[in-house]
């Protein structure tokens, strides 16, 4: 084959592949798995902090549950919320009691855009917890390294598997755990990971709240789109 003959079949090719196209491409599916936490694999893309970081006494473990088999666990978020804060430590904190999992970021950003809410697969213990997503700075601190972060409170019924559903709109602008009184949106198309997390005050009203245990088992996060 000659060299214009080669180019030119290879310019065909490309014109052919970029004509076809899948409608899926123009309409994304109406779910969108996001984590699973079915293995301790899954469990990896997570770490935990707590106010144990500032001087606090609080604690917190992730875990799988022991199905014995080998990817149908699911992820267990549990541990001990404590206001007692260490004698002499160096931090001074404004509070105590709370515990948190926060993913990994994603190698670059995922895309929500097209959906509309987010839907946990969870069983917890009648408190209500924090779910948090994290989208590329560019709203509330330019110039720094912190992540935007919106928060929504799930009231988590006690010992009953449920899909908690928030709607993105739900999700507030907030600044290191308080909100921004602003007018301001999301991002859904540059998020950068998302967290979990519990506080012993605060969250829903006629949830359990103080210091005590806490546990969280968790299926699955997924994002919906719940409107055409």
């Not at 006494?57 to 404590?82: C, H, R, Y």
């Not at 928030?166 to 909100?179: E, Q």
Request: charged share 25%; hydrophobic share 35%.
């Amino acid at each position: 084959m000659s060299k214009v003959r080669a180019l030119w079949q290879a310019s065909l090719t490309a014109t052919k592949k970029a004509l076809t196209w899948n409608i899926e491409d123009l309409i994304p599916p109406s779910e969108r798995y996001i984590y699973y936490f079915n293995s301790k694999d899954e469990l990896k893309k997570w770490h935990l902090y707590s106010d144990s970081e500032y001087g606090g006494l609080s604690s917190a473990a992730l875990e799988i549950t022991d199905t014995g088999k080998e990817q149908s666990g699911t992820g267990v978020f549990s541990g001990n919320l404590s206001l007692d804060v260490t004698d002499g430590t160096k931090w001074s904190i404004s509070r105590s009691g709370f515990c948190g999992m926060r993913s990994k970021k994603f190698d670059g950003f995922i895309d929500l855009d097209p959906y509309d809410t987010i839907a946990l697969k969870i069983k917890g213990d009648g408190r209500s917890y924090i779910s948090t997503i994290y989208t590329e700075n560019w709203v509330n601190s330019p110039g720094q390294m912190e992540d935007n972060s919106w928060q929504a409170f799930v009231a988590v019924p006690k010992d009953n598997w449920v899909v908690a559903k928030i709607p993105l709109a739900h999700y507030l602008p907030t600044w290191r755990g308080s909100v921004i009184e602003a007018d301001i949106e999301m991002n859904p198309q540059r998020v950068v990971g998302m967290s979990l997390s519990v506080n012993a005050e605060g969250g829903v009203p006629g949830t359990q709240t103080g210091p005590g245990d806490f546990r969280l088992e968790i299926d699955w996060i997924k994002a919906l789109r719940t409107t055409q």
